[in-house]
């Protein structure tokens, strides 16, 4: 996939113009994706992210709800994108001292693939993150929002290049 | 701002519980903010994006209007954020040899700020570029989504640290 | 369905977090599901809204639009339920002396059921009445709102126990 | 406000017709509103439901958020009601042997009470439990959905008449 | 407002570039707007939804109340439009041999019009009307969608030419 | 299909109340649907969109993006519509001296028509157009709103009546 060509970007006409592309000759398969972003804080504020593990701290159950929630209206955010019948989304939280990892999990039964699925809960779920600390770091980062593997469809298995 | 004690996370209650924070005692002030990311990819897509500066490519005016339409419904994405009538938006692209920059301005006049919504405002662009360039670029990414200033409500003018 | 064995709840994974899950596995069935609620209110406000019988007043057909436009929305207001088509939606109303029962049937032929949307039927369609009322009955009470019978899926006809 | 003549519905016109009625005139004053509602389900659901004041679950916190962002939707859910914009909301859960208590708290300074928001927090907030549970207790019910208390507007203080 | 030059186009900056224009600095007025259209269908077809003034048939309501819900979320359909807390919303019917004239008027108190909340309004119940008899009349026209008349702004009272 | 005869309409049952028919047992085939209207508004004004042929202006891009945007939420907008996926959308401008005709086409493999998306879509992008305009030409009209031509279904291809 890294290697076809840049012709011309698929969601274009031969005149430029923007258009949802007719996907519907495509195969239906079994696909899924799955993205992440690092986001970046002080060390003080992911511990108080992190008292989330503890009884009665919501941090992270908000989050996960919105990037849940976001991935299931990502064709009303993205203009070009399908609706699409997800049937199952995931979101995910990892620590190291100063940053906190967010990747999410989408799948689907269909015609067209769920990365902007999977990369919209994480955006999603990143910008809840920022709206809880920004009282106490404002200078906080989403970082490397990206996909890291994709499977079905066309193409197969993808996976990221190290 | 960047020196507030990293006290208790404002969205939670005393128990820990989310919840929307009550702003009805804030003064209605003139707020503005603008955020930025830089969406990482390869030159030839650059340039393949960059031909939008030519007639009749919409590539960066879908972006674009996807930008000004989240920040519109940025309160319904992001759980704890409040409603708000925003005043204006706008999504600005600037260009380098392998990246894009994506930052947004929002405003308003009220008792809440707008950091969210310019956040939202470039996320949503970042999100519909990547969806624009990821059958060519599937190693694209959205980098360094950031808060850069900030004005009115009680702290005034904030601006980030070079 | 009743004696299922209230093990973990299914929309936690094995460490209690929320998460979409997976029904990529199940079988595509013709689903139904019905649920109803009870509206009481006062006598002369159940007159007022009957007055709907007669030509020119809009109360129940308002509340029977705002419920079925809720079921459609059910996967955006409910967080772990999964987006699917709607084959048909009907919302109805009977009436005794002081009280107005809301009633409704969803049907889908896909891979999960349709409980949700029905309910959410019911709910939207009596938080509509709540709202058409409140002004000449604010302790009117939406009442008994429950799922009275299913179809299909891998458990079959349910129905409740009497 | 309870002896209120039970006139016309105001929510229609003399005809009848349906409309969003003219609240420009009314002044803008600080409104609060609370609402509740009982989830009745079975002893050992109740106590799967409030695993969650143990670290890593998330049921609770996923029906608050439903609830507060429910809330936030109501004037799209809820055909003749104001686009308000709520200056809080919080969602509150209680216990008993065999039920669930779920109350909501909106607030605005506008020209238009709250009612309807709080009523839907509570509401979704109810849907999103049934939805949690029903694989185990299909026959959970809620109960009881009614405006509590309310404070601002015309009419002032008005508390549910024990 | 007829004569104004016809210049650059507002929404638009110097660049050319899309964009929600700052009304931050424009006065609060109490605003109105008038549109609306022409339905063209045959006389069997109006008779069909004229049975709606009898009892029991709900054609005009439902078309009513998918212009008043149309009208809330006018920023939302329209990119570049402003959010705002509409005061109120009226859409109406009348009929002639074969056609049925669909108008709404919208109210605000803002910095800025509501013209497009009213067309948006006529817009979505003409789009109704067509659905419900598309499959009696697939060749009906929803003709001559306008606005009528303004008030508040700037510019005061506008009316149409006739 | 116009010789259908116009019987009852079949968004009501037999009592007259409007409900979401079931199409659960019709056949998925491939629909299509065209639509078109002509927005009309002054030669200088048409000038002005016009210049969007050149470089850096946003006014059809804008209006396209808004279209393909509606047609998505066709379900949501219209209270009868069912929810379905669809496959493509496009959108598509032509100009004479005074006018600018909009037509959209809409694909998807399903159990029920796609002429509310195509409609949807030409109505949301000629109200785009409006928005756009209403400075410099408030007299502007979108007219001739109709179906051009759909396939697919029990009634395969239907071609409108020149």
Redesign the interface.
Known sequence: ??D??????????S??????????GKDVT?RTATAS?RFLT?P??VA??R?????????L??A???G???A??T??????????????????FDFDESSIVVSATA?????TGV??EA??AV??A???L??????????????????VE?TGGKRGH?T??A
Chains 1, 2, 3, 4, 5, 6 share one sequence.
């Not at 005149?15 to 519907?24: F, P, S």
């Open positions: 996939m890294t076809a060509p840049p012709s011309a970007l698929t969601h274009l006409d005149d430029g113009r923007a258009r949802m592309v007719d996907v519907g079994d972003a002080r003080d504020v108080l992210v008292a989330d593990d503890l009884p009665k701290a919501d941090v159950a908000t996960r709800i919105a849940i929630q976001g299931k209206r064709s009303d955010l993205i203009p070009l994108c399908h609706p699409l019948d997800l049937s199952s989304v995931s979101v995910d799948k689907t039964r269909g015609r990365e902007m990369l919209t955006a999603i990143g910008l809840t920022h709206d809880m600390v920004k009282a106490v770091d404002p200078e906080a980062i989403l970082d490397d929002l990206k996909l994709k993808w990221r290049n």
